[in-house]
């Protein structure tokens, strides 16, 4: 997904990629228009590939998008020497922590990205570049916007929404937050956009209609839409979809892909000393524990035995030499999650029949016995089937205790509290905009 053609890569970044955090670390460049950079059909295809690009950073394929949020909950523990993340790993994030910071400004550099490929490409006039490849575009852009501020919205809540490029300085960078509300709906209209658009390609590592309506689902789940949330679920499993024909972990939606040249250190990161490996992040005694007898899971996430200490297996591809060339994916949405959303969906809606039948889908993939929902079960018996099913795959278990109400009773005695509810602001971003007001976290 990396851009090959260095020269227009190095155009469209100079001109294109600095959020609204990293604008006051850069003079403005006011040589070249920025429309120069995105004028035919090829460099719109290039810009694009940039915000692909964006979203494989170093320093959010790691603590971005898995291992920050892991470390905040009983899945994983910070067992690197990093002092800024073993903040997360004691529960105890200071606002002026740099490596959240990074992370909130790679977020934002992947979004102002998106913002120039949708303000530009629709304008772009060349032959043969026909406005259904334009819209495609664009919708993967939006649909890549989506997912980045979904990700802002479930950890920090209310933050800045930025629609618009950033291509100057000054007041235009004083960004006030919005409602998470708003947020919510930008996010729907984004991934509403890419299923009315995207022209649909069968690769799991670009933006399609299915993992549009899938991250239309996640939405719906987190906002306790439940019927839509169903729905769409339903939409993207198709009629009479069996999880147990799919084995484990290759049932992938939506995921970000790695090549040789373009790699990754996750299996580093996870990986222990013995293996060549960092290992930075380790599995918590908790999640270790919520495993059953007989799951055939535990052997594809898990190895307790081998070594000293227990590591994670989502990402294989130890030891040194791997790194930085690891093609180990982030498995950003599979179909056991639509399953999993389906079995939630229809319980809070009563259809305790409909809820186990999609429910003890994933069960009987992992060689456990069924078990019949109702009332008084589904909520504990979901939320331990989804921090098993999804372990190291990302921030689903942080986002999943807090919105069932379930993160002081189950992480207080790690050190939750109430004002862990949502992470600070990154303090730098708010000491250099006046309209940024800080959160009401725990050490803000």
């Given at each position: 997904?990396?851009?090959?053609?260095?020269?227009?890569?190095?155009?469209?970044?100079?001109?294109?990629?600095?959020?609204?955090?990293?604008?006051?670390?850069?003079?403005?460049?006011n040589q070249i228009p920025t429309e120069a950079a995105i004028t035919s059909e090829a460099s719109s295809n290039a810009a694009l590939n940039?915000?692909?690009?964006?979203?494989?950073?170093?320093?959010?394929?790691?603590?971005?998008?898995?291992?920050?949020?892991?470390?905040?909950?009983?899945?994983?523990?910070?067992?690197?020497?990093?002092?800024?993340?073993?903040?997360?790993?004691?529960?105890?994030?200071?606002?002026?922590?740099?490596?959240?910071?990074?992370?909130?400004?790679?977020?934002?550099?992947?979004?102002?990205?998106?913002?120039?490929?949708?303000?530009?490409?629709?304008?772009?006039?060349?032959?043969?570049?026909?406005?259904?490849?334009?819209?495609?575009?664009?919708?993967?852009?939006?649909?890549?916007?989506?997912?980045?501020?979904?990700?802002?919205?479930?950890?920090?809540?209310?933050?800045?929404?930025?629609?618009?490029?950033?291509?100057?300085?000054?007041?235009?960078?004083?960004?006030?937050?919005?409602?998470?509300?708003?947020?919510?709906?930008?996010?729907?209209?984004?991934?509403?956009?890419?299923?009315?658009?995207?022209?649909?390609?069968?690769?799991?590592?670009?933006?399609?209609?299915?993992?549009?309506?899938?991250?239309?689902?996640?939405?719906?789940?987190?906002?306790?839409?439940?019927?839509?949330?169903?729905?769409?679920?339903?939409?993207v499993l198709g009629s009479g979809f069996d999880l147990t024909g799919f084995p484990y972990l290759s049932d992938q939606i939506y995921s970000?892909?790695?090549?040789?040249?373009?790699?990754?250190?996750?299996?580093?990161?996870?990986?222990?000393?013995?293996?060549?490996?960092?290992?930075?992040?380790?599995?918590?005694?908790?999640?270790?524990?919520?495993?059953?007898?007989?799951?055939?899971?535990?052997?594809?996430?898990?190895?307790?035995?081998?070594?000293?200490?227990?590591?994670?297996?989502?990402?294989?591809?130890?030891?040194?030499?791997?790194?930085?060339?690891?093609?180990?994916?982030?498995?950003?949405?599979?179909?056991?999650?639509?399953?999993?959303?389906?079995?939630?969906?229809?319980?809070?809606?009563?259809?305790?029949?409909?809820?186990?039948?999609?429910?003890?889908?994933?069960?009987?993939?992992?060689?456990?016995?069924?078990?019949?929902?109702?009332?008084?079960?589904?909520?504990?018996?979901?939320?331990?089937?989804?921090?098993?099913?999804?372990?190291?795959?990302?921030?689903?278990?942080?986002?999943?205790?807090?919105?069932?109400?379930?993160?002081?009773?189950?992480?207080?005695?790690?050190?939750?509290?109430?004002?862990?509810?949502?992470?600070?602001?990154?303090?730098?971003?708010?000491?250099?905009?006046?309209?940024?007001?800080?959160?009401?976290?725990?050490?803000?």
């Amino acid at each position: 997904m990396k851009i090959n053609n260095f020269l227009i890569l190095i155009i469209i970044s100079s001109l294109s990629v600095f959020s609204c955090a990293d604008l006051d670390d850069v003079s403005p460049i006011n040589q070249i228009p920025t429309e120069a950079a995105i004028t035919s059909e090829a460099s719109s295809n290039a810009a694009l590939n940039g915000v692909y690009s964006e979203i494989q950073d170093g320093d959010l394929v790691f603590d971005g998008w898995l291992a920050l949020a892991q470390f905040f909950t009983d899945e994983a523990d910070a067992t690197g020497t990093f002092p800024t993340r073993l903040e997360f790993g004691n529960l105890n994030v200071f606002p002026a922590n740099g490596t959240m910071g990074t992370v909130f400004t790679d977020l934002y550099d992947v979004i102002n990205e998106a913002n120039n490929v949708i303000a530009l490409v629709p304008g772009v006039s060349e032959d043969g570049f026909t406005e259904e490849e334009k819209n495609d575009i664009v919708a993967q852009a939006r649909f890549l916007r989506a997912q980045c501020y979904l990700h802002l919205v479930t950890l920090w809540q209310e933050v800045p929404l930025v629609l618009t490029p950033t291509v100057d300085v000054g007041e235009v960078l004083n960004v006030a937050v919005s409602s998470q509300d708003e947020i919510y709906n930008q996010i729907r209209a984004d991934l509403n956009d890419a299923v009315a658009n995207l022209m649909n390609p069968t690769s799991t590592f670009r933006a399609s209609q299915q993992s549009a309506n899938a991250f239309l689902a996640r939405v719906a789940l987190y906002q306790e839409n439940w019927s839509e949330a169903q729905s769409k679920a339903q939409e993207v499993l198709g009629s009479g979809f069996d999880l147990t024909g799919f084995p484990y972990l290759s049932d992938q939606i939506y995921s970000l892909n790695f090549t040789s040249n373009d790699g990754n250190l996750l299996g580093f990161f996870y990986g222990p000393s013995d293996l060549g490996g960092r290992y930075s992040c380790g599995p918590n005694p908790a999640l270790i524990a919520a495993f059953e007898p007989g799951d055939a899971r535990f052997a594809a996430t898990l190895d307790t035995s081998s070594f000293t200490v227990a590591y994670g297996l989502k990402y294989p591809s130890f030891s040194a030499a791997n790194a930085g060339v690891a093609t180990d994916p982030i498995y950003f949405i599979r179909h056991a999650e639509m399953v999993l959303i389906a079995a939630e969906a229809a319980a809070e809606q009563g259809d305790f029949a409909a809820a186990s039948t999609y429910f003890n889908q994933v069960r009987t993939r992992a060689g456990l016995p069924e078990i019949t929902l109702d009332a008084d079960n589904y909520v504990d018996a979901i939320l331990k089937e989804r921090f098993t099913e999804f372990a190291f795959e990302g921030s689903q278990r942080l986002i999943d205790l807090r919105r069932r109400g379930k993160a002081l009773e189950v992480l207080g005695p790690l050190g939750y509290d109430a004002c862990d509810a949502v992470w600070p602001l990154p303090q730098r971003d708010v000491d250099r905009n006046v309209n940024l007001q800080q959160n009401n976290c725990c050490n803000c």
